[in-house]
Nanobody
């Protein structure tokens, strides 16, 4: 059974940084898949934040986080990270890890095989 467990959320002041982690179990980092981060703020729809493809390391980012957030993976640890810098109050949300195990390129369009339970990030202004 595939499981994704997020950690690293918390309270940070605007302009600060946080690093989120997504620990993956139930499959190893082999073959071709896409794993990424979504977020959902209170009263808003879930949006794609960042993704990374295992086969070539290619990444994609939502427009609102480009230049501030960086996604990376550590295959030896089966963990994906989201480094968040220059945080803004509008980054406040629950952040979810998700995986498309077929790397269809449609992760941000909802093609998700498994979701984590999320970790809360609160940015104070």
């Amino acid at each position: 059974e595939v499981q994704l467990v997020e950690s690293g959320g918390g309270l940070v002041q605007a302009g600060g940084s946080l690093r989120l982690s997504c620990a993956v179990s139930g499959f190893t980092f082999v073959d071709d898949y896409t794993i990424g981060w979504f977020r959902q703020a209170s009263g808003k729809e879930r949006e794609g934040v960042a993704s990374i493809r295992s086969s070539d390391g290619s990444t994609a980012y939502g427009d609102s986080v480009k230049g501030r957030f960086t996604i990376s993976s550590d295959n030896a640890k089966n963990t994906v990270y989201l480094q968040m810098n220059s945080l803004k109050a509008e980054d406040t949300a629950v952040y979810y890890c998700a995986v498309d195990m077929l790397a269809t390129g449609l992760l941000f369009h909802g093609r998700v095989d498994c979701w984590g339970k999320g970790t809360l990030v609160t940015v104070s202004s």
